[in-house]
């Protein structure tokens, strides 16, 4: 069974800062894992999407890494605002289709 | 290009009753997946639907239940509601099972 684990809880960090969110999988056969911002009480948004072959994607100020063979897969935000304040949710595609969500990383960017 | 929709935005409801969820998925897209959000969880996988077929199914009971019409939209029905039933429940399409995910701005379900 495929277990998605994302620590920190909760990260607070000052505006400017770079920051790294983390995310581990137990089960390396994944056809993708997405990273997704959700923001209180609304749908999730997609931010990236990393395909099993490949080692990362980016995105304006974000840059996501894949490691398939360890289970890890980090999201790197450069410069962080207070507008990144939001839920960071990672989430794989196994075999079955369906998507495995961690609990998600609540992050709060202080001005 | 439109994206996903769901309707409606919230709902009440009473134990016991049943209650049908609607989602549009985003144009060109075949497959639709439901997941219920619990507060302060994850998403949790209910079931994916490709061309009108189910195509996959979570650890849900039978009473959860769902069709895809020809245009692809999507309903979900839950019967018998229960206190735990309270959530959002999220749609997402995509191109197909295994591709991108686009998800809708959700129905949050209270069940009193």
């Known amino acids: 069974k495929q277990e998605v684990t994302q620590i920190p809880a909760a990260l607070s960090v000052p505006e400017g800062e770079n920051l790294v969110l983390n995310c581990s999988f137990t089960d390396s056969a994944i056809y993708n894992l997405q990273w997704f ?75 | ?35 219920q959000q619990a507060l302060g969880q994850g998403p949790q996988f209910i079931f994916q639907y490709y061309r009108e077929e189910e195509n996959g199914r979570g650890n849900f009971p039978p009473r959860f239940s769902g069709l895809q019409f020809p245009n692809y939209s999507s309903e979900l029905n839950v019967n018998a509601l229960e206190l735990d039933d309270s959530a959002l429940y999220l749609c997402a399409s995509s191109l197909s099972g295994v591709g991108e995910q686009y998800f809708g701005p959700g129905t949050r379900l209270t069940v009193t």
């Open chain 1, 37 to 111: 911002r959700q923001d209180p009480g609304k749908g999730l948004t997609s931010l990236l999407l990393i395909q099993s072959s490949q080692r990362e994607q980016t995105s304006g100020r974000l840059n996501a890494s894949l490691d398939k063979s360890s289970g890890r897969s980090t999201l790197y935000i450069a410069a962080s605002q207070p507008g990144d304040s939001a839920t960071y949710l990672c989430a794989v595609c196994g075999a079955n289709s369906k998507l495995t969500f961690g609990k998600g990383i609540t992050l709060s960017v202080r001005p």
């Open chain 2, 1 to 35: 290009e439109t994206g996903v929709t769901q309707s409606p935005t919230h709902l009440i409801k009473t134990r016991g009753q049943q209650v049908t969820l609607r989602c549009s998925s985003q144009s060109g897209h075949n497959t639709v997946s439901w997941y």
